[in-house]
């Protein structure tokens, strides 16, 4: 990658600096750039192929399977910039998945025993697929080590089901989908018994779980009842693909035993439609009866097969050795017979790829594919239909994994590879200790001339496979219908408007109704008694993109994220006795300090009144409350005044008549109507002399003005560019 002469170039600049005297000089132009960097042209046009401009979006979404860390990453191509982390088969704080009670539930009931699994092993998702093409609804991982499956949804990237595989006890980590994602299909890895008894035949398997679409993203789910599981003999098995056209119906995947190398070939219509056993309370297809249903075949291979992956259009299964085998589809079909099929029978023809090939990936040309070989460095380009090998680029690393945009479906689609990269870390990343990131590069496929413009770095990951789609086949909400329970797209039981706040009882049971609306949490206060179990169901009233609250309570480990629009629910026993703050954990806005409560637990035992019925403020700091109650009643003048102004322009120029305006106008008085409350409480508390409540009121008040005031003026531009047209 690096020529001697940039070497030499990047040492002179790198002594040139030891020597010179700081500050360095200016760096305005491009070329001063390049040469106070050391960069060459390549450099500079490898990094504007992968910059983003302000307001740019990227072409597509890739998604990747952290391994160990259990959950998912998403990323943008060309920019490779990390948008999210999700939480799968792992709590995930940030997004209070495992931590809030709905997605706590949904992860315990997903494990055997009901154990919550903290971890999870998994590697190479699937998009949902229409007619073998993504619709960019769904994504599915497999968790190897807690033999689990689960289905995220892309409208909300939020995972929505977990489920215990409950037959297969080692899982390969991968999930495949059928053309029409009827099935999700997990396969196991290593063999072992499916039954409590250690001392039982070991078994391998390969589980289809049926998958139904409902009207609504959020109402679709993997029914276990109508899944099933088929046994297959005690093999280790890998990678596998679903076939689409020709191959369509099949399933081909990887199989090893005594240093033997096979292909499996599973015939799910027939599958279906054999005759069913019942293992641990799952539906499953015994050997016998799929090799009975002419439903399975074994074909031994030549040499060591890495994976087996469909192409595009459905022609071939190409397995994956240092030989591409390039096998006829539809001749595999036909010869699914229940036993052994030779592979010359089948066979299209094979390609010499290369030494240590390690996978396979397939380009929007027509019968192109990569390889990449690890031995040598090297990415190949090759075409399946004329078994010959095209151009290659030499790397400076070991190629491994391989991913093209949409190459999993019938439509690849991009002028980009993904290449994993196990030890990228030595060649420009720094030493971060002993615990390194993933790496992986972009290669630029657009010519003949293929180049590795970008290297990224992925941390908290062991990354495998990737998928990716073109960014506007997923269309991602902004904010959720109020009271949103995030986990099945319900309207939740516990959802709660402004002004119902509440806090209900039941012996040593509680629950708190509240909400979260900048800048406040309702209610402030909460007294329980010390044991008591305490429930805070909170409800996100915001309506703006992207107002996002936390929430927790000191020392309780609790802990809560509420997008605009969701309720979700905490739930603790109040063990300690004290008075525990809670806050927002989320910087929701200049005012977020204002995001706070308290929780009084009165211990047990305890004989004295109310305790700290009220907060004990000193002289000092009541007058100190005053006085900002009493300044922020000036600003609240003034913000009304900004208000009038407005609406007397609005009403002066009929902006009745343009129905956007008015749409806008409504809703900015649709804010200022629920500050009603705030006002009567700043008002009251006021009379009272209770400054601290008077002061936080009028503050929320205040924020309702100022959105109101934001809208306004808003429909005020918007009005004055209309009529000025
Ligand atoms: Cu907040």
Known sequence: MFSKAKRIKAILAILALGFMALPLSAQQTLAEVK????????????????????????????????????TMIVYGIPSMRIYKYVGVFSPEPWQGYGFDDESSLMLKKSSLDDRISSYGDMRYPA????????????????????????????????????????????????????????????????????????SDAKKSGVTFWKFVEGKEIHKSRMIKEESFTVELPAYALGYFDAGKGAGKGLIAGVAKKDGKSFVYFLDYDKLAKAGKTRVN?????????????????????????????????GKYFIAVADNAVVIDAAKAKAAVNGGTVALGDIQKGTVALGSGVVDIA??????????????????????YEDLKTDQSISLSFEPGYLMTPQGMSASPHSNYLTVVDKAGVYKNFPNVGPVRPSFMHLIDISSDNMTDIYTMSLPQANIYGQASVLRTTIKPIIRYPLGTNTRNGDVSRYKTVAGQEKIEREGNRVHVFGTLIRSHITPEIVRVNQGDIV??????????EDETHGFTVDTYGVHGSFEPGKTASVTFVADRAGAFPYYCTEFCSALHLEMEGILMVKPKGYKGGDIAAEEKLTPEQLAGYKKNYEDKLKVIAQTQDVINGVVQHLKDNHFEKYPYVKALVDDAFDQLGKGASAKEKHEKYAKEGKWKQAFLWAEQ???????????????????????NK
Do not use: C
Not at 148 to 162: P, S
Not at 362 to 367: H, S, V
Not at 535 to 544: D, V
């Open 127 to 198: 998009f949902s697929e229409k007619g073998g093409n993504y619709d960019g609804h769904f994504a599915f991982f497999s968790d190897g080590a807690n033999s689990r499956i689960a289905l995220l949804g892309l409208d909300d990237f939020e995972t929505k089901q977990v489920l215990s595989n409950p037959v297969l006890k080692s899982i390969y980590p991968e999930a495949v989908v059928t053309p029409n994602t009827e099935y999700v299909i997990q396969s196991s890895q290593y063999p072992a018994p499916w039954t409590a008894n250690p």
């Open 362 to 383: 397939f380009d929007y040309r027509k019968n192109t594919a990569y390889a990449s070989a690890g031995n040598d460095k090297k990415i190949v380009r090759f075409n």
């Open 701 to 723: 008040y205040w924020q309702y003005q100022v959105k109101t005031a934001d809208v306004g003026l808003r429909a005020k531009k918007l009005l004055d560019e209309k009529i």
């Open 535 to 544: 429930t805070f169901h909170l409800t996100n009233l915001e309506r703006a």
């Open 281 to 313: 309370d799952f539906n499953a297809v015994t050997y016998a009866e799929a090799q009975n249903a002419k439903a399975v075949a074994f074909v031994e291979m030549p040499a060591d097969v890495k994976a087996v992956k469909t192409t595009p259009d």
């Open 35 to 70: 040469s106070a960097r050391g960069l060459t042209d390549a450099d500079v046009l490898a990094s504007v192929k992968t910059f983003m401009p302000r307001g740019g979006r990227d072409e597509y979404f890739a998604i990747v399977g952290t391994g160990n860390s259990g």
